[in-house]
């Protein structure tokens, strides 16, 4: 079983940035789409970003387009998430995920990492 491990979090001012990375160990990693979601307190997860398994298709909330960027280098089995000009409300825990079906209906979680943007 593919495991998932995160890291780059931490505390950072308005206007910085962080890059966030995942790990995979345990399963062919480059044969899967790849997400990072949030969940901030009191708010439900949601989708931050995708890409593809050979990283040629990526996508955005609107909240983050044009600040953050997937990509991910597969003989490394990690997916990473630059995050630029960070504001308050990005603050949340940041999740990375497999897509093991492209449907989005069966994944594996990290473990989270928490992301705090102070203004």
């Known amino acids: 079983q593919v495991q998932l491990l995160e890291s780059g979090g931490g505390l950072v001012q308005t206007g910085g940035s962080l890059r966030l990375s995942c790990t995979a160990t345990?399963?062919?990693?480059?044969?899967?789409?790849m997400a990072w979601f949030r969940q901030a307190p009191g708010k439900e997860r949601e989708s931050v970003a995708t890409?593809?398994?050979?990283?040629?298709?990526?996508e955005y909330a609107d909240s983050v387009k044009g600040r953050f960027t997937i990509s991910r280098e597969n003989d490394k089995n990690t997916v990473y998430l630059q995050m630029n000009s960070l504001k308050p409300e990005d603050t949340a825990v940041y999740y990375c995920?497999?897509?093991?079906?492209?449907?989005?209906?069966?994944?594996?979680w990290g473990q989270g990492t928490q992301v705090t943007v102070s203004s």
């Open positions: 995920a497999l897509e093991l079906n492209p449907d989005g209906s069966n994944r594996i």
């Open positions: 345990g399963r062919t990693f480059g044969a899967y789409p």
């Open positions: 890409i593809s398994w050979r990283g040629a298709r990526v």
